[in-house]
């Protein structure tokens, strides 16, 4: 089992719907847990960023994260056509240590938002 | 801000030869880096951590030997491929955290290095 599901899609939407990604993990000791949007053939965005438990908002673009049942969601409001991209949840543990920094990425979902 | 470059976006090289690939914050400080490598449509994998004046440390099943690390400023990683083979051709991405304390748990990643090795 990986230590972080997300399922790849591809999802398709049209312009102006609300789109819910999400992820699930199976390690407790993740407490930061990250949003990345990675357009084709260039680098992760960082688009959220939440520690712990809670919901995070920021513009069109609300996270949540439930540690109880080892599941995050990113949801997309009035989708646009530029917001089609492939979109990659990260989790990492405590600060400090070996493992300081240390992301572990799920499989990425593609989106895309057509006109 | 927090901007990281890697050089070049680009590069073909053939079987046996070595590649340095150059990753830049250029805009904050990093103690620490990433490299990463992504094979098309799958997610990104850690291959090492990268600290700034210290040996990196690998993941498991990545060759150290084959994949040199240097970390020389707090502005500059590279990563060299030697004796480099056809499978090795991969996206290989670099990511930067600001020094801790001043901009949280972020990495900022670089746009990616498309290898291919013919």
């Known amino acids: 089992q990986k230590e972080v599901e997300q399922d790849p899609g591809p999802l398709s939407v049209p312009e102006g719907a609300i789109v819910s990604l999400n992820c699930t993990y199976s390690?407790?000791?993740?407490?930061?847990f990250m949003w990345y949007r990675q357009y084709s053939r260039k680098g992760p965005e960082l688009l959220m960023y939440?520690?712990?438990?809670g919901n995070k908002e920021d513009g069109r673009f609300t996270a949540q994260v439930d540690k109880s049942s080892k599941y995050i969601s990113l949801f997309i409001r009035d989708s646009q056509p530029s917001d089609s991209a492939t979109y990659l949840c990260?989790?990492?543990?405590?600060?400090?240590?070996?493992?300081?920094?240390?992301?572990?990425f799920g499989q990425g979902t593609i989106l895309t938002v057509h006109p | 801000g927090a901007v990281v470059s890697q050089h070049p976006s680009w590069v073909i090289c053939k079987s046996g030869t070595s590649v340095k690939i150059e990753c830049r914050s250029l805009?904050?400080?990093?103690?620490?880096m990433f490299w990463y490598r992504q094979f098309p449509k799958q997610s990104l994998m850690l291959m090492a951590t990268?600290?700034?004046?210290?040996?990196?440390?690998?993941e498991q099943g990545v060759e150290k030997d084959k994949f040199l690390i240097n970390h020389a400023s707090l502005t500059l990683s590279t990563l060299t491929v030697t004796s480099a083979h056809p499978e090795d051709s991969s996206f290989y991405i670099c990511?930067?955290?600001?020094?801790?304390?001043?901009?949280?748990?972020?990495?900022?990643f670089g746009p990616g290095t498309r290898l291919t090795v013919t």
């Open positions: 805009d904050f400080q990093a103690t620490t």
């Open positions: 990268s600290n700034e004046g210290s040996k990196a440390t690998y």
């Open positions: 390690n407790s000791a993740f407490q930061y």
């Open positions: 990511s930067a955290q600001p020094v801790p304390g001043l901009a949280g748990y972020e990495q900022y």
């Open positions: 939440t520690y712990s438990s």
């Open positions: 990260a989790m990492s543990g405590n600060a400090g240590g070996t493992s300081y920094g240390k992301l572990t």
